[in-house]
Nanobody, 121 residues
Framework: QVQLVESGGGLVQAGGSLRLSCAAS????????MYWYRQAPGKQRELVAG???????NYADSVKGRFTISRENAKNTVYLQMNSLKPEDTAVYYC???????????????WGQGTQVTVSS
């Protein structure tokens, strides 16, 4: 009853920028922290950035100073602005959100389907 849909991935040259979006919809009562993760081929999924409902953020060391996470609570949407992209940023990017269902009143972690980001050298 809760869906997360990412958009904004694509192919970009090194040094370029992309903006990812992730919109949550469905039976949502409340959203706590929202995250962006990524998974490169042959590697484990890793946390890229997180943002609390009050706007506190944290970043992986590898993206600090280049990526910015933000959210629009009224739209149940989280963004990831990615600048100065490098080939090593190539991965499938996933959003995750801690959501309380308005249907069950229970908290749960929900994932999007992922969006491919490819950075060419």
């Amino acid at each position: 009853q809760v869906q997360l849909v990412e958009s904004g991935g694509g192919l970009v040259q090194a040094g370029g920028s992309l903006r990812l979006s992730c919109a949550a919809s469905g039976s949502i009562f409340n959203i706590n922290t929202m995250y962006w993760y990524r998974q490169a081929p042959g590697k484990q999924r890793e946390l890229v950035a997180g943002i609390t409902s009050s706007g506190d953020t944290n970043y992986a060391d590898s993206v600090k100073g280049r990526f910015t996470i933000s959210r629009e609570n009224a739209k149940n949407t989280v963004y990831l602005q990615m600048n100065s992209l490098k080939p090593e940023d190539t991965a499938v990017y996933y959003c995750k959100a801690r959501i309380r269902s308005s249907y069950t009143a229970l908290w749960g972690d929900y994932w999007g389907q992922g969006t491919q980001v490819t950075v060419s050298s």
